[in-house]
């Protein structure tokens, strides 16, 4: 039986895998499925957690890509699964509602690539769900949760877990939940954190989009053109993030700054 643990680098995989690893649970690999579009910080933050499982315990994080880009997702035509939009560009993923297309192309199918390629048939998955997300188990029995099962952990005891070991994600400076750059499911005031302290991430948004509307303009027809809801663009998003950025910044975070220096592990 092979056991695998899925590090996103959000404060409840890198509480699960270190708690995992302290207690001696079976753990033969650690994955970290990148989409291509984390921040720099997370990446950065992965490599550091890498240097420390590996330093430590001995385990290497080994990291999946897709096969595509996003922008070989955005740009790619619908087939005939689509019925009557046959033929058009697929778009960005869907705000509301729906699920996230390049969350398959660049997290469920690398790894269930990586899998057959390994030879694995027989494993068990640790999923980071705490204590509160009880409802998200997924039915299966390939399936651990070991924050729930084991270690009765929530959000708050995973966030405290990392900051008493001094090896929190310097994200969480901006955000409450970490994710792809541009997910379109995160909140407005998380969106607002990218276009004041990400500019190279907000203008590749800006960069997607125009290409989609010039398309549109063309004559091709577009599945979706808008990273946020109610059809709002960039520039609508910028007009109200300048409007609360001079209110006294009505999205900003005023917490303690997070220690990320590993010093007390």
């Known amino acids: 039986m092979t056991h695998i643990a899925t590090l996103s680098g959000g404060k409840?995989?890198?509480?699960?895998?270190?708690?995992?690893?302290?207690?001696g649970r079976p753990l033969d690999h650690i994955v970290f499925k990148?989409?291509?579009?984390?921040?720099?910080?997370?990446?950065?933050?992965?490599?550091?957690?890498?240097?420390?499982?590996?330093?430590?315990?001995?385990?290497?994080?080994?990291?999946?890509?897709?096969?595509?880009?996003f922008e070989d997702s955005v740009f790619g035509r619908l087939g005939e699964r689509s019925e009557t939009r046959q033929g058009w560009i697929?778009?960005?993923?869907?705000?509301?509602?729906?699920?996230?297309?390049?969350?398959?192309?660049a997290k469920n199918r690398p790894f269930e690539r990586w899998?057959?390629?390994?030879?694995?048939?027989?494993?068990?998955?640790?999923?980071?769900f705490t204590t509160s997300e009880i409802h998200r188990k997924m039915a299966g029995d390939e399936f651990l949760y070991p924050l729930i099962d084991d270690f009765s952990m929530s959000e708050t005891d995973?966030?405290?877990?990392?900051?008493?070991?001094?090896?929190?994600?310097?994200?969480?400076?901006?955000?409450?939940?970490?994710?792809c750059s541009f997910c379109p499911a995160q909140s407005d005031r998380s969106f607002f954190q990218v276009w004041?302290?990400?500019?190279?991430?907000?203008?590749?948004?800006?960069?997607?989009?125009?290409?989609?509307?010039?398309?549109?303009?063309r004559g091709e027809k577009v599945q979706n053109k808008y990273w946020f809801s109610r059809q709002r663009t960039c520039a609508d998003m910028e007009k109200e993030?300048?409007?609360a950025d001079k209110q006294s910044g009505l999205f900003d975070f005023?917490?303690?700054?997070?220690?990320?220096?590993f010093c007390k592990i």
């Open 196 to 217: 004041k302290h990400f500019p190279k991430d907000w203008e590749y948004m800006k960069q997607i989009e125009a290409k989609l509307f010039q398309l549109e303009r």
């Open 90 to 105: 697929r778009g960005l993923p869907m705000p509301i509602g729906y699920p996230c297309t390049w969350r398959r192309e």
């Open 115 to 128: 899998i057959k390629e390994q030879g694995i048939t027989e494993y068990k998955i640790y999923i980071g």
């Open 254 to 261: 005023s917490d303690e700054p997070l220690k990320d220096c």
């Open 12 to 23: 409840d995989s890198t509480a699960m895998v270190d708690m995992l690893l302290r207690h």
């Open 241 to 243: 993030f300048k409007k």
């Open 34 to 69: 990148d989409t291509l579009h984390e921040f720099d910080l997370m990446y950065r933050y992965v490599e550091r957690l890498s240097e420390y499982f590996r330093g430590r315990y001995g385990k290497e994080v080994i990291t999946l890509k897709p096969e595509i880009s």
């Open 158 to 179: 995973c966030a405290a877990y990392l900051k008493e070991r001094e090896m929190e994600n310097p994200l969480y400076r901006y955000f409450t939940r970490t994710g």
